[in-house]
């Protein structure tokens, strides 16, 4: 078993620090001039890693899910 691995020459494993990933989601709410900040911000936290992630909802639901009205969201804006 591989104990430890390396990612563009940053070693990962037990004998090395921890690798400290973030996740930037929707919550920029689309500005790019927030996921920027929010980009940096992590940075300047220590993050090494960076992941982000696209989709699109219309290719993830089924028909039938699509067209169910048997649950409500609420969205609010803290």
Same mark, same amino acid.
């Not at 591989?2 to 563009?8: A, D, G, S, T, V």
């Not at 940096?40 to 639901?61: F, S």
């Given at each position: ?11 990962? /494993?037990? %004998? ?5 990933? =973030?996740?930037? /989601?929707? %919550?920029?709410?689309?500005?790019? %001039?927030? =996921?920027?900040?929010?980009?940096? =911000? ?34 609010? %804006?803290?």
């Amino acid at each position: 078993m591989q104990n430890e691995f390396e990612i563009l020459g940053r070693k990962v /494993g037990i %004998n090395y620090p921890p690798l400290v990933i =973030a996740e930037l /989601g929707i %919550n920029h709410g689309g500005d790019l %001039n927030i =996921a920027f900040e929010m980009v940096d =911000a992590a940075a300047r936290a220590g993050v090494e890693v960076l992941k982000h992630q696209t989709h699109v909802v219309d290719d993830e639901m089924s028909k039938a899910a699509k067209k169910s009205n048997t649950r409500q969201f609420k969205y609010i %804006n803290l």
